[in-house]
């Protein structure tokens, strides 16, 4: 059982940023953020190999987001620049202790509570 606490979000002016972190309770495979807007579904935002370092991104925040990594503190960190109104939603910290895909909803072992980001125009 992992355990995953976020914090970081907010309520913001749209071409602001925010950080959002997220700490495991222990090892993990990997690493990712989801995201779900109200009435929409559940989807993925960016996520990081532990050991390769490689992320991924959604096309709808590359070149805004960036997600990096502590392994040492098994921390995980979602910059987000020029944010936009289209970016508030409910932001999921989510990880798997054996090899998968932090991309994949369906593969994700554990999830953190959310924390709520906002950007009003």
Same mark, same amino acid.
């Not at 913001?12 to 009435?39: D, H, I, K, N």
């Not at 932001?91 to 980001?117: H, K, L, P």
């Given at each position: 059982?992992?355990?995953?606490?976020?914090?970081?979000?907010?309520?913001?002016?749209?071409?602001?940023?925010?950080?959002?972190?997220?700490?495991?309770?222990?090892?993990?495979?990997?690493?990712?953020?989801?995201?779900?807007?109200?009435?929409?579904?559940?989807?993925? =935002?960016?996520?990081?190999?532990? @050991?390769? +370092? &490689?992320?991924?991104?959604?096309?709808?925040?590359?070149?805004?987001?960036? /997600?990096?990594?502590?392994?040492?503190?098994?921390?995980?960190?979602?910059?987000?620049?020029?944010?936009?109104?289209?970016?508030?939603?409910?932001?999921?910290?989510? =990880?798997?202790?054996?090899?998968? @895909?932090? +991309? &994949?909803?369906?593969?994700?072992?554990?999830?953190?509570?959310?924390?709520? /980001?906002?950007?009003?125009?």
């Amino acid at each position: 059982q992992v355990q995953l606490v976020e914090s970081g979000g907010g309520s913001v002016q749209a071409g602001e940023s925010l950080r959002l972190s997220c700490v495991a309770s222990g090892y993990t495979y990997c690493m990712g953020w989801f995201r779900q807007a109200p009435g929409k579904e559940r989807e993925t =935002v960016a996520r990081i190999h532990r @050991n390769s +370092g &490689i992320t991924r991104y959604a096309d709808s925040v590359k070149g805004r987001f960036t /997600v990096s990594q502590d392994s040492a503190k098994n921390m995980l960190y979602l910059q987000m620049n020029s944010l936009q109104p289209e970016d508030t939603a409910m932001y999921y910290c989510a =990880v798997r202790v054996g090899s998968g @895909n932090c +991309g &994949i909803s369906s593969d994700i072992e554990f999830w953190g509570q959310g924390t709520m /980001v906002t950007v009003s125009s």
